[in-house]
């Protein structure tokens, strides 16, 4: 009812519980030991998977390729640690279903010898293509979760004209504070990763928002970008989703990105602090992206705290670095609480998605028996996108999938605020993630379909051509018999 | 006054109107039914015959005549059943349709002789084969019409469910609480 009172530049939200107490003053461990054998899965980013260039028992070094990018729209993976290749084989992924994804397992060989790159003397004089070039060739892609490869955001930067660069310090999800450490720790780098970014696009100005829960974080990176006045650093309040990146955007520019628009479409690029900090670790000192600040909380954890992990570590042996208590853990999440993925066991590697594993316990989880709605349009309220969750939900139940999409479903963000505040403990957005991938699956079948109509076509044509030349065969074969019938029965007359 | 020659000149304009529609409904009368013609490019064109109609367009016209349903389409799946819905105007209950799991042939490389019929029958080419060497089957191309499972001589041809990888592994719809 007094909608319009609040902050216009905001829709929707939540304020959930936050969970970042219990991390967010201890310094990032950097002292986890070395694992025996690291998994590292070719597919850690949006689009096509890395192809594997090593053999079974090949050395590798730290740093080195391990699989290259294939594609446009695609990432390369490289060694977190030196060691002997042991195999490439298909082990579960870090995913709801843990289904098998191809990996590649190294032994570690505990020297830790990096393979030598060349540093560049002057990396902020490098070109701008020559820092995409470093960007994607060191596997650097977005680590606020969407885990698109970074050089081809910069690369469509460069192509479309852009003001500003918004990175996105917002972390509103509870419980992950690996951002707001990498910011206390390790600014100084943030901010010459976000030149390099301003540079490798052609930008004129950057803005660093940060969620206003985070004042030690706030305050070093202003510290660190004052010597610089194309970088602002802007606080924002706290409320879910502000890491949102069109949340984001709207709060500090007041711009809207078009609903099947790009952020390049007005002239705006939106990185992740982290994806930050990989980008100056890629271009200033050559070092690929291979490991990364993981967050690891939840009621199970004794000793919950940020961990500068190598990719490919075994979730299990992060956990068991903390102190998880197995008796108490009850679901185990990677990224945050809100949107992360529920995984089903600890054996799986930490990939450059893991912003975050929650060992939750009992207390902390809750889990409601679903009621019917009771249409208090709360969810209609929370939604950031401004959709209409309930009548969503209710076509979806219904499995009218278009009638959904007609109200919105493939604006929907999945950023559960709907089911975070539905009295009637619906899973809002179960149903979206539901109906979004069976209308993905759907797509996939009509694309199959029209594929047997043209083999099925392909195939009655052939046929077709196969009987008309028998056809016509056999009747060069009378014809023949007939003209030789013909010259037998001359000859004769001739002859008689 | 104005009343009268309103409702004169709609009564006249609709008699006019009738008696054209009237005219051209006979004069101007479609032999074959376009509709047929929509359907059928909806179907999947395999002629599989899983609907018991001999092919793709004896089934359009017979769900266009109101003689089949328009979930008689295994291949085509719910996806098929709301668009016939849609395109003949038809009301289905879609919570009762369930989704046949959708199967494909898999050849056994133990009891398969290479006779070569399998590929023969195979309406999309998805078995490739030649004489007396083992065929196999590309799951990406086939159907599930079992046609080749029927001519098979050795059984080494059966139907499996398709494999869920993690490119197609998708969320299952929230169950809904009993009672």
């Not at chain 1, 107490?21 to 201890?26: I, Q």
């Not at chain 1, 044509?461 to 003209?483: G, L, Q, Y």
């Not at chain 2, 006054?1 to 409904?25: D, E, N, P, R």
């Given at each position: 009812?007094?909608?319009?009172?609040?902050?216009?530049?905001?829709?929707?939200?939540?304020?959930?519980?936050?969970?970042?107490?219990?991390?967010?003053?201890?310094?990032?461990?950097?002292?986890?030991?070395?694992?025996?054998?690291?998994?590292?899965?070719?597919?850690?980013?949006?689009?096509?998977?890395?192809?594997?260039?090593?053999?079974?028992?090949?050395?590798?070094?730290?740093?080195?390729?391990?699989?290259?990018?294939?594609?446009?729209?695609?990432?390369?993976?490289?060694?977190?640690?030196?060691?002997?290749?042991?195999?490439?084989?298909?082990?579960?992924?870090?995913?709801?279903?843990?289904?098998?994804?191809?990996?590649?397992?190294?032994?570690?060989?505990?020297?830790?010898?990096?393979?030598?790159?060349?540093?560049?003397?002057?990396?902020?004089?490098?070109?701008?293509?020559?820092?995409?070039?470093?960007?994607?060739?060191?596997?650097?892609?977005?680590?606020?979760?969407?885990?698109?490869?970074?050089?081809?955001?910069?690369?469509?930067?460069?192509?479309?004209?852009?003001?500003?660069?918004?990175?996105?310090?917002?972390?509103?999800?509870?419980?992950?504070?690996?951002?707001?450490?990498?910011?206390?720790?390790?600014?100084?780098?943030?901010?010459?990763?976000?030149?390099?970014?301003?540079?490798?696009?052609?930008?004129?100005?950057?803005?660093?928002?940060?969620?206003?829960?985070?004042?030690?974080?706030?305050?070093?990176?202003?510290?660190?970008?004052?010597?610089?006045?194309?970088?602002?650093?802007?606080?924002?309040?706290?409320?879910?989703?502000?890491?949102?990146?069109?949340?984001?955007?709207?709060?500090?520019?007041?711009?809207?990105?078009?609903?099947?628009?790009?952020?390049?479409?007005?002239?705006?690029?939106?990185?992740?602090?982290?994806?930050?900090?990989?980008?100056?670790?890629?271009?200033?000192?050559?070092?690929?992206?291979?490991?990364?600040?993981?967050?690891?909380?939840?009621?199970?954890?004794?000793?919950?705290?940020?961990?500068?992990?190598?990719?490919?570590?075994?979730?299990?042996?992060?956990?068991?670095?903390?102190?998880?208590?197995?008796?108490?853990?009850?679901?185990?999440?990677?990224?945050?609480?809100?949107?992360?993925?529920?995984?089903?066991?600890?054996?799986?590697?930490?990939?450059?998605?893991?912003?975050?594993?929650?060992?939750?316990?009992?207390?902390?989880?809750?889990e409601p028996e679903m009621k019917p709605c009771i249409r208090c349009s709360s969810c209609v309220t929370a939604c950031p996108v401004g959709l209409l969750p309930l009548e969503m939900a209710s076509r979806i139940k219904a499995n009218k999938l278009d009638a959904a999409v007609d109200l919105g479903l493939k604006d929907c963000i999945s950023c559960g605020s709907c089911s975070y505040v539905c009295p009637s403990n619906i899973p809002l957005v179960h149903y979206f993630k539901f109906a979004s991938g069976e209308l993905f699956s759907r797509q996939q079948r009509e694309h199959k379909a029209e594929q047997t109509k043209?083999?099925?076509?392909?195939?009655?044509?052939?046929?077709?051509?196969?009987?008309?030349?028998?056809?016509?065969?056999?009747?060069?074969?009378?014809?023949?018999?007939?003209?030789?019938?013909?010259?037998?029965?001359?000859?004769?007359?001739?002859?008689? | 006054?104005?009343?009268?020659?309103?409702?004169?000149?709609?009564?006249?304009?609709?008699?006019?109107?009738?008696?054209?529609?009237?005219?051209?409904?006979k004069y101007l009368k479609v032999e074959s039914d376009p509709l047929v013609e929509r359907v059928e490019a909806l179907m999947p064109g395999s002629q599989c015959g899983q609907c018991g109609f001999p092919g793709c367009r004896p089934a359009a016209e017979a769900v266009v005549l109101g003689a089949a349903p328009v979930t008689l389409c295994p291949p085509g799946g719910s996806a098929l059943v709301e668009q016939?819905?849609?395109?003949?105007?038809?009301?289905?209950?879609?919570?009762?349709?369930?989704?046949?799991?959708?199967?494909?042939?898999?050849?056994?490389?133990?009891?398969?002789?290479?006779?070569?019929?399998?590929?023969?029958?195979?309406?999309?080419?998805?078995?490739?084969?030649?004489?007396?060497?083992?065929?196999?089957?590309?799951?990406?191309?086939?159907?599930?019409?079992?046609?080749?499972?029927?001519?098979?001589?050795?059984?080494?041809?059966?139907?499996?469910?398709?494999?869920?990888?993690?490119?197609?592994?998708?969320?299952?719809?929230?169950?809904?609480?009993?009672?």
């Open positions: 009812m007094f909608a319009f009172l609040e902050n216009p530049k905001f829709r929707g939200g939540i304020h959930a519980e936050e969970h970042k107490a219990e991390t967010c003053d201890k310094p990032i461990a950097t002292d986890l030991p070395l694992p025996k054998r690291l998994y590292i899965p070719v597919q850690q980013h949006v689009g096509k998977p890395a192809e594997p260039i090593v053999k079974v028992g090949e050395h590798v070094l730290k740093g080195q390729l391990l699989a290259y990018s294939q594609g446009t729209i695609s990432a390369p993976v490289h060694a977190p640690s030196s060691g002997v290749i042991f195999d490439v084989q298909d082990l579960p992924a870090p995913h709801p279903s843990a289904l098998p994804i191809r990996t590649i397992v190294i032994e570690t060989d505990g020297e830790e010898k990096w393979f030598k790159y060349a540093v560049p003397e002057n990396p902020f004089e490098l070109d701008a293509e020559e820092i995409c070039l470093r960007v994607g060739g060191a596997g650097v892609v977005g680590l606020g979760g969407a885990v698109f490869p970074s050089a081809v955001k910069l690369n469509l930067g460069r192509k479309n004209q852009i003001h500003t660069l918004l990175i996105n310090a917002g972390e509103c999800e509870p419980y992950l504070t690996c951002d707001d450490l990498l910011m206390q720790e390790r600014a100084v780098e943030i901010v010459g990763g976000i030149r390099l970014m301003l540079r490798g696009m052609n930008a004129s100005k950057a803005i660093v928002g940060i969620e206003d829960n985070k004042p030690n974080a706030f305050k070093a990176m202003q510290a660190a970008s004052a010597e610089f006045d194309q970088i602002s650093v802007v606080q924002v309040p706290t409320r879910y989703p502000m890491g949102w990146d069109r949340q984001m955007l709207r709060y500090l520019t007041g711009n809207e990105i078009p609903a099947d628009g790009r952020a390049t479409d007005i002239g705006v690029v939106i990185h992740n602090v982290a994806t930050a900090y990989a980008v100056y670790q890629a271009v200033c000192l050559s070092k690929p992206l291979i490991s990364r600040v993981v967050t690891v909380s939840g009621g199970a954890v004794a000793k919950p705290q940020n961990v500068e992990v190598p990719i490919g570590t075994l979730m299990s042996e992060v956990l068991a670095f903390c102190g998880v208590e197995n008796e108490k853990l009850a679901r185990l999440i990677m990224g945050g609480p809100m949107m992360g993925e529920v995984l089903p066991h600890a054996d799986v590697p930490v990939v450059k998605a893991t912003s975050g594993i929650l060992a939750l316990s009992h207390e902390d989880i809750f043209r083999l099925a076509d392909e195939r009655t044509k052939r046929m077709e051509r196969i009987k008309a030349e028998a056809e016509e065969d056999a009747r060069r074969v009378m014809e023949a018999r007939a003209a030789r019938q013909a010259a037998e029965a001359k000859a004769q007359e001739e002859t008689a | 006054m104005y009343v009268f020659s309103a409702i004169i000149i709609l009564t006249l304009l609709g008699l006019a109107l009738g008696l054209s529609l009237g005219v051209a409904a016939l819905a849609k395109l003949l105007g038809v009301d289905v209950d879609l919570s009762q349709t369930q989704d046949v799991e959708p199967m494909v042939a898999r050849v056994s490389e133990d009891t398969c002789t290479g006779c070569t019929r399998c590929f023969k029958v195979c309406p999309t080419d998805a078995i490739v084969g030649a004489p007396k060497q083992i065929h196999a089957v590309i799951a990406d191309s086939c159907i599930g019409c079992t046609k080749c499972v029927a001519v098979c001589p050795t059984e080494c041809l059966q139907m499996h469910p398709i494999e869920v990888t993690l490119r197609d592994w998708r969320w299952h719809k929230p169950q809904l609480v009993a009672a």
